[in-house]
C-alpha cells in the first residue's frame, strides 16, 4: 500500500461516518412526533351539483378531545354531531398520522376540470411542527379521486363514531 493510501484511507472512513451521522441525525428531526394536544385534523367534501334533497356536503373536525360533524346541503344544516376521543385513541391516530398523510401521494393540477364535481380538503394542524394542507377536485382526475378515498379512509373510524353514513343518505 503506497504511503497515500495509508494516509487517504482513515480520513475516508471518518468522512463516511461523519456522512452517516448527519444523516441520522436529519432523518431522526424529521421523525419527531407530533403533539397529540396540539394536532387538529379538518377534512372537508364539498358534494357534486345536484337538487338539494340529494347534495350532502360535509366538515369534520378532530381534535384531542372531540370529533365534530357538520353535513348540509347548500348551506341547510342536516346534521351536527359532536362526540368526546378517548385519549388513547386520539394518540394512536396522531402517531401514525404523519407517515399516513405522505402515503397519500401529491394531488393532481386539474386544468380541464368540470363543473358541479365534487372536491375534497385536508388540514393537518401541529403546533409544534409543518402543518399539511391539501386541496382535491376530483372533477376530471382518477389520482384525486384515489387520494380522497384514502382520506376518508384514514378518517373512518371517526366519521363511523358520529354517524357520517347514516347523515349522508337522502
Not at 394536532?39 to 373536525?61: A, I, K, N
Request: glycine share 6%; net charge negative.
Amino acid at each position: 500500500m503506497t504511503k497515500r493510501m495509508k494516509v487517504l484511507g482513515p480520513a475516508l472512513l471518518v468522512t463516511v461516518l461523519s456522512m452517516s451521522a448527519c444523516n441520522d441525525d436529519s432523518d431522526a428531526a424529521d421523525a419527531t412526533p407530533a403533539d397529540p394536544a396540539a394536532t387538529t385534523v379538518h377534512v372537508h367534501f364539498t358534494d357534486s351539483s345536484v337538487p338539494p334533497e340529494y347534495h350532502r356536503s360535509w366538515d369534520l373536525t378532530l381534535d384531542q378531545d372531540t370529533v365534530h360533524l357538520v353535513v348540509d346541503s347548500y348551506g341547510d344544516v342536516l346534521a351536527d354531531e359532536t362526540v368526546e376521543i378517548s385519549a388513547g385513541r386520539w394518540k394512536d391516530f396522531v402517531a401514525d398520522l404523519d407517515d399516513a398523510v405522505d402515503e397519500l401521494g401529491e394531488p393532481e393540477d386539474v386544468e380541464e376540470g368540470c363543473t358541479g364535481g365534487t372536491a375534497m380538503s385536508l388540514e393537518v394542524q401541529d403546533a409544534g411542527s409543518a402543518s399539511t394542507s391539501m386541496d382535491l377536485d376530483n372533477c376530471a382526475s382518477d389520482t384525486n379521486r384515489a387520494i380522497s378515498d384514502e382520506i376518508e379512509e384514514l378518517v373512518e373510524p371517526f366519521t363511523s363514531m358520529v354517524g357520517l353514513a347514516g347523515h349522508l343518505d337522502t
